[in-house]
Nanobody, 122 residues
Framework: QVQLVESGGGLVQAGGSLRLSCAASGRTFRGYAMGWFRQAPGKEREFVSAIRWSGGSTYYADSVKGRFTISRDNAKNTVYLQMNSLKPEDTAVYYC???????????????WGQGTQVTVSS
């Protein structure tokens, strides 16, 4: 059974940092892209960042480029999202996902975690 378990969310002041983790289990993810998406209240789910498990190519939304960094630990089967210089508009539920094709499209992801709340206060 495939499981993606997010952790690391919380409440932080604007300008602060958080690191999200996504622990993956249940299958080999070779060839997959591991993505982070977020959804704020009343808004659609949007792409944040992704990384190819093999090769390590990374992708970022323009809104987080230069502030967020995605990485992976192959030995731990874990993907991280380091979020710096957080803004109130970053407030959302953040989801980890795994998919084989277009890393920027949520429709292309096969597996999803339950999400972790990130709240940035002004």
């Amino acid at each position: 059974q495939v499981q993606l378990v997010e952790s690391g969310g919380g409440l932080v002041q604007a300008g602060g940092s958080l690191r999200l983790s996504c622990a993956a289990s249940g299958r080999t993810f070779r060839g997959y892209a591991m993505g982070w998406f977020r959804q704020a209240p009343g808004k659609e789910r949007e792409f944040v960042s992704a990384i190819r498990w093999s090769g390590g190519s990374t992708y970022y939304a323009d809104s987080v480029k230069g502030r967020f960094t995605i990485s992976r630990d192959n030995a731990k089967n874990t993907v991280y999202l380091q979020m710096n210089s957080l803004k109130p508009e970053d407030t959302a539920v953040y989801y980890c996902a795994a998919g084989l094709r277009n890393p920027r499209s949520s429709n292309e992801y096969d597996y999803w975690g339950q999400g972790t709340q990130v709240t940035v206060s002004s």
